[in-house]
């Protein structure tokens, strides 16, 4: 059983990969993602930055959300993904999803890392945001709070550490329970 916190966090991270508001999440919505991030970045469709997140985007798709897609519709209902979650939290001290969790949040990095410094700004941090179309007004607010060590930027192993906050832990102080936004 998730607790509320959980729920809160998988809620939130469900809606912002729900890009076009439509109630599930589908290839469409990270097409759409990629598409306005390059928008606002000004990258050709070829740009190496934009082919590089085309291509983590359907391993995360693989990885992530078909698994969860119980009638193989395409699409991804906020139950198939709580659920999907539950089942993953409950394995999530298993050194093999460790292990995975870890390398998919190292290739994850880069879908924020947009200039390929190797860091996340938090300009870059809010361009993730405003691409996903959620309103950015707290991401300098959040962002002060996940970068741990104060050094103005997000490392990987601040990311990964974040991430694995994220995605499994019930420690309401953990900073990476702030991910994906404020929880209400
Ligand atoms: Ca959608
Ligand atoms: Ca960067
Ligand atoms: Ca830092």
Do not use: C
Not at 9 to 36: A, L, W
Not at 97 to 111: A, C, D, I, W
Not at 141 to 170: P, T, W
């Amino acid at each position: 059983m998730l607790t509320e916190l959980q729920r809160a966090k998988f809620v939130k991270h469900f809606n912002i990969r729900d890009t076009d508001d439509d109630g599930y999440v589908t290839q469409e919505d990270y097409r759409k993602f990629s598409e306005n991030i390059a928008k606002l970045l000004e990258w050709d469709p070829d740009h190496q930055k934009r082919v590089q997140i085309d291509a983590i985007h359907a391993g995360v798709w693989q990885f992530f959300w078909e698994p969860a897609d119980h009638d193989q519709d395409g699409r991804v209902s906020l139950e198939d993904h709580l659920a999907m979650m539950d089942m993953m939290i409950e394995h999530s001290k298993d050194p093999q999803v460790l292990e995975q969790s870890r390398k998919h949040s190292e290739v994850l990095f880069n879908t924020f890392d947009f200039n390929g410094s190797g860091e996340i700004s938090a300009k870059e941090y809010r361009q993730f945001f405003s691409a996903a179309g959620v309103t950015t007004e707290w991401t300098d607010m959040v962002f002060e709070k996940l970068d741990i060590n104060g050094n103005g930027k997000i490392s990987l192993d601040e990311f990964v550490l974040l991430h694995q906050q994220f995605f499994s832990s019930n420690d309401p102080e953990s900073p990476g329970n702030w991910f994906y936004g404020p929880i209400a």
